[in-house]
């Protein structure tokens, strides 16, 4: 009889409801976030077979990615958050070292205003992008990656705020990934996108969770493990409508490369990024 009910005891703590909620406060217009949430749900129904059922919530909180970084270091509302990794994010929270994008996030292409191409075209050299300004996210990681790499950068904590400033000429460029950039463009008539650079740096997303849920974490990699081993995560990164066909947007093959030195990744990330090798796809493009 004790030996059933240990049984029992332990069948249940294996497979307990594991619940996941993520945040979605003024994220509803960036139709490139379906791509997370289907690869979350991809992640945990692999996982079934280990770690049971799930249940997973869209919490209306968070105002910024630091916002919602800091929710789930405190666990309070959510506890899962996608985003671009840094040493400071995997101090924080517990990452799940599994490049969500292929770390394609760094293949980047410049949001210029309309019809300043040739101020692009006038240079006679990369490196003199870095007499330009550039915009960015002030809570963004790749701030600190373009800082780093002596650009002159001007911020905003407001997403939607860099599209504005662009074409107010408050900045010169705005760098996007290659598929914010084909999901973002339709919107913004008045912006178009450079012909002449790609820009390139190592910055993989993960998912992350609060450092106390190892549970979560766990059954995560398992599941994207799972996923990228019987040939699902290939396939859904081919078929999702965010990711299908992205290198061959924009030219890659024909445009110059700026290659930048992130210094805020961990060694741990280092070595993911060199294990998998999957992290310089869009260098293929380029020739």
């Avoid at 945040?23 to 079934?48: C, I, M, Q």
């Avoid at 999901?183 to 012909?195: C, T």
Wanted: contains cysteine; aromatic residues 14%; positive net charge.
């Amino acid at each position: 009889m004790r030996l059933i009910l240990l049984f029992l005891f332990i069948h249940n703590i294996s497979f307990a409801k594991d619940i996941v909620s993520y945040p979605w406060a003024a994220r509803n217009d960036f139709s490139y976030d379906s791509y997370y949430k289907a690869l979350l749900h991809l992640a945990l129904e692999k996982s079934t077979d280990k770690y049971g059922d799930y249940e997973v919530n869209e919490i209306d909180a968070g105002v910024s990615q630091e916002h919602m970084v800091r929710l789930v270091q405190k666990n309070k509302f959510v506890n899962l958050f996608w985003t671009m990794t840094s040493k400071e994010r995997e101090e924080h929270l517990l990452p799940i070292r599994f490049p969500l994008f292929k770390g394609l996030l760094g293949c980047r292409v410049f949001f210029i205003k309309k019809g300043q191409q040739i101020k692009f075209d006038q240079l006679q050299k990369a490196e003199q992008l870095k007499s330009f300004i550039v915009g960015q996210g002030k809570d963004w990681p790749d701030t600190q990656i373009l800082l780093d790499n002596n650009f002159n950068v001007i911020t905003s904590l407001e997403h939607e705020s860099l599209f504005k400033m662009l074409v107010k000429g408050r900045f010169d460029f705005f760098p996007r990934a290659i598929h914010e950039a084909r999901s973002e463009l339709k919107d913004y008539p008045d912006i178009v996108i450079e012909k002449r650079f790609l820009l390139y740096y190592d910055s993989p997303f993960y998912f992350f969770v609060n450092k106390a849920n190892s549970r979560l974490a766990q059954r995560l990699e398992y599941g994207l493990k799972a996923s990228a081993e019987d040939g699902s995560f290939e396939r859904f990164f081919n078929e999702h409508p965010v990711s299908s066909g992205i290198l061959n947007q924009f030219s890659l093959n024909t445009r110059e490369l700026i290659f930048l030195k992130n210094q805020s990744l961990t060694t741990e990330t280092q070595q993911v990024l060199y294990q998998l090798k999957t992290h310089k796809n869009c260098l293929k493009k380029v020739k």
